[in-house]
Nanobody, 123 residues
Framework: VQLQASGGGLVQTGGSLRLSCAASGFLFSRHNMGWFRRAPGKEREFVAAISWSGGSVSYVDSVKDRFTISRDSAKNTVYLQMNSLKPEDTAVYYC?????????????????WGQGTQVTVSS
Protein backbone atom coordinates (compact mmCIF):
# COMPACT_ATOMS: atom_id res chain seq x y z
CA VAL A 1 0.00 0.00 0.00
CA GLN A 2 1.31 3.43 -0.96
CA LEU A 3 -0.32 6.77 -0.28
CA GLN A 4 1.44 9.83 -1.69
CA ALA A 5 0.04 13.12 -0.40
CA SER A 6 0.87 16.41 -2.08
CA GLY A 7 -0.37 19.95 -2.50
CA GLY A 8 0.55 21.47 0.84
CA GLY A 9 2.26 24.79 1.22
CA LEU A 10 2.25 28.23 2.82
CA VAL A 11 -0.89 30.31 2.44
CA GLN A 12 -2.34 33.40 4.08
CA THR A 13 -5.45 33.37 6.22
CA GLY A 14 -8.50 33.09 3.99
CA GLY A 15 -6.59 31.36 1.22
CA SER A 16 -7.13 27.99 -0.40
CA LEU A 17 -5.19 24.82 -1.07
CA ARG A 18 -6.05 21.54 -2.74
CA LEU A 19 -4.43 18.42 -1.37
CA SER A 20 -4.14 15.26 -3.45
CA CYS A 21 -3.37 11.72 -2.42
CA ALA A 22 -2.35 9.18 -5.04
CA ALA A 23 -3.06 5.63 -3.92
CA SER A 24 -1.60 2.38 -5.17
CA GLY A 25 -1.09 -1.21 -4.11
CA PHE A 26 -4.69 -1.99 -3.22
CA LEU A 27 -8.18 -1.93 -4.69
CA PHE A 28 -8.92 1.76 -4.22
CA SER A 29 -12.61 1.54 -5.09
CA ARG A 30 -13.24 -0.87 -2.20
CA HIS A 31 -11.98 1.35 0.61
CA ASN A 32 -13.17 4.44 2.42
CA MET A 33 -10.47 7.11 2.37
CA GLY A 34 -9.73 9.74 4.97
CA TRP A 35 -7.70 12.83 5.68
CA PHE A 36 -6.16 13.40 9.09
CA ARG A 37 -3.86 16.09 10.45
CA ARG A 38 -1.33 16.57 13.21
CA ALA A 39 -0.63 20.05 14.49
CA PRO A 40 2.58 20.80 16.42
CA GLY A 41 2.29 19.45 19.95
CA LYS A 42 -1.11 17.87 19.35
CA GLU A 43 -2.49 14.45 18.65
CA ARG A 44 -3.42 13.41 15.15
CA GLU A 45 -7.06 14.22 14.46
CA PHE A 46 -9.66 13.20 11.95
CA VAL A 47 -10.47 15.83 9.31
CA ALA A 48 -12.65 14.22 6.63
CA ALA A 49 -13.58 10.90 5.10
CA ILE A 50 -15.31 9.69 1.97
CA SER A 51 -16.97 6.34 1.44
CA TRP A 52 -15.70 3.74 -1.00
CA SER A 53 -18.58 4.61 -3.34
CA GLY A 54 -18.06 8.35 -2.99
CA GLY A 55 -21.66 8.72 -1.94
CA SER A 56 -21.07 9.63 1.70
CA VAL A 57 -18.74 12.11 3.36
CA SER A 58 -17.96 13.10 6.92
CA TYR A 59 -16.15 16.11 8.37
CA VAL A 60 -14.91 17.26 11.72
CA ASP A 61 -17.02 20.23 12.83
CA SER A 62 -14.14 22.70 12.62
CA VAL A 63 -13.80 22.30 8.83
CA LYS A 64 -17.43 21.88 7.78
CA ASP A 65 -18.45 24.36 5.08
CA ARG A 66 -14.77 25.12 4.36
CA PHE A 67 -13.26 21.79 3.27
CA THR A 68 -14.50 19.35 0.63
CA ILE A 69 -13.30 15.79 0.23
CA SER A 70 -13.69 13.98 -3.09
CA ARG A 71 -12.29 11.00 -4.93
CA ASP A 72 -11.58 9.94 -8.49
CA SER A 73 -11.54 6.17 -8.75
CA ALA A 74 -10.30 6.30 -12.34
CA LYS A 75 -7.15 8.03 -11.04
CA ASN A 76 -6.99 6.26 -7.66
CA THR A 77 -6.79 9.68 -6.06
CA VAL A 78 -8.52 11.38 -3.15
CA TYR A 79 -8.62 15.16 -2.79
CA LEU A 80 -9.15 17.69 -0.05
CA GLN A 81 -10.17 21.15 -1.19
CA MET A 82 -9.50 23.58 1.63
CA ASN A 83 -11.01 27.06 1.51
CA SER A 84 -11.11 29.94 4.00
CA LEU A 85 -8.02 28.60 5.71
CA LYS A 86 -7.26 29.66 9.26
CA PRO A 87 -4.01 29.60 11.24
CA GLU A 88 -5.44 26.76 13.35
CA ASP A 89 -5.53 24.61 10.19
CA THR A 90 -1.71 24.57 10.22
CA ALA A 91 -0.62 20.94 10.45
CA VAL A 92 0.85 18.01 8.57
CA TYR A 93 -1.99 16.45 6.61
CA TYR A 94 -2.09 12.71 5.99
CA CYS A 95 -4.33 10.62 3.84
CA UNK A 96 -5.21 7.15 5.02
CA UNK A 97 -7.06 4.05 3.99
CA UNK A 98 -9.83 2.35 5.93
CA UNK A 99 -8.30 -1.05 6.52
CA UNK A 100 -11.65 -2.81 5.88
CA UNK A 101 -13.09 -3.23 2.41
CA UNK A 102 -16.67 -2.12 1.82
CA UNK A 103 -16.91 -0.60 5.31
CA UNK A 104 -19.65 1.76 6.42
CA UNK A 105 -18.18 5.26 6.48
CA UNK A 106 -16.45 5.88 9.80
CA UNK A 107 -13.77 7.99 11.49
CA UNK A 108 -11.72 5.16 12.91
CA UNK A 109 -10.09 2.06 11.51
CA UNK A 110 -7.70 3.85 9.18
CA UNK A 111 -4.07 2.97 8.57
CA UNK A 112 -1.32 3.28 5.95
CA TRP A 113 -0.85 6.99 6.61
CA GLY A 114 1.66 7.94 3.96
CA GLN A 115 4.31 10.62 4.41
CA GLY A 116 2.00 13.63 4.86
CA THR A 117 2.11 17.14 3.41
CA GLN A 118 2.71 20.32 5.40
CA VAL A 119 0.05 23.04 5.40
CA THR A 120 0.99 26.35 6.99
CA VAL A 121 -1.50 29.21 7.28
CA SER A 122 -0.06 32.58 8.20
CA SER A 123 -2.06 35.19 10.06
Amino acid sequence: VQLQASGGGLVQTGGSLRLSCAASGFLFSRHNMGWFRRAPGKEREFVAAISWSGGSVSYVDSVKDRFTISRDSAKNTVYLQMNSLKPEDTAVYYCARDRTEWATLRRMGYDDWGQGTQVTVSS
